[in-house]
């Protein structure tokens, strides 16, 4: 397993500057927690199926998820709905899923991104990243499942 | 020119329809594989196959890798230029997909200056449009 959080971080500020704000940079906190705004998190998940069985999970708070929304769909901030969010979140938990499931050892495969508007509770987390945007933090994670190989 | 994109993330679809739009290409989406194939049809049907089609690799219902089968199987689709635009970056995918007919492979995320890279070396980009 190569997957640090150093490396979560650097895939993420990836996707991010690609598809999302190139122009204010994804900044490192080292493991800070996640700040969780008044309306909750928005939590994107997608399953990695092989020698490692887990899942990378993208973190943040809904104000956050919005705006990323807003930014890659570009359309307005007052226009994003549910559905948006949803679709954003879940690219982001697949593009950095994707990546992440280059960098194991062995074969694997992804699953189809998810979404919710609460926190999933970790299995059990082998690598974080918490990552600030503008004024929103970030949690980027890879877990991994109860009995999973690593 | 004429392009499909197909991809279940309707962000990544307008993101990857925009950098076309640059590139002076006219996009018709779809958000997977099956889906893909009823908008070739129609496509076909009003005599306006897309010179190239965009496809992601992970969708529900029907997969990219799938889609390229299936289009490559289709004598009417034969010239159109398969592009895998997709997270899967394993060499051992990127070998699967050109061996089922993918011609080009573009890993997520990229830029759009890499995408325009990619299709100037397919020739579906003149040189001098968005350099």
Known sequence: MSVDGEALAELTQAVWESFVDAEIPLVDL??????????????????????HE???????????ASAAAARMLDIELADVVEADVHDATGELANMIGGNVKAMLEGDHRLGLPSVTVAPTDPYDAVASAT???????????????????? | ?????????????????????????QSAEADNGATALAELERLTAADQIPELACIDWNMPVMDGLQLVSAIRADRR??????????????????????????????????????MADKLRYLGLVPAEVGA
């Open chain 1, 54 to 64: 887990g899942r990378v999970n993208v973190a943040l708070p809904a104000g956050a």
């Open chain 1, 131 to 150: 990552l600030l945007w503008g004024r929103h933090t970030l949690l980027i994670t890879l877990d991994r499942a109860p009995g999973g190989n690593s």
């Open chain 2, 1 to 25: 020119m004429h392009a499909l994109v197909v991809d279940d993330s309707r962000a990544m679809r307008r993101i990857v329809a925009g950098i076309l739009t640059t590139l002076h290409f």
């Open chain 2, 77 to 114: 689709w034969r010239d159109i230029t398969l592009m895998m635009v997709t997270t899967e970056s394993e060499h051992g995918q990127i070998v699967r997909a050109l061996a089922a007919g993918a011609h080009e492979y573009l890993i997520k995320p990229f830029t759009a200056d890499a």
């Open chain 1, 30 to 51: 080292y493991g800070a927690p996640l700040e969780v705004g008044p309306d909750g998190v928005v939590v994107g998940t997608i399953a990695i199926h092989g020698p």
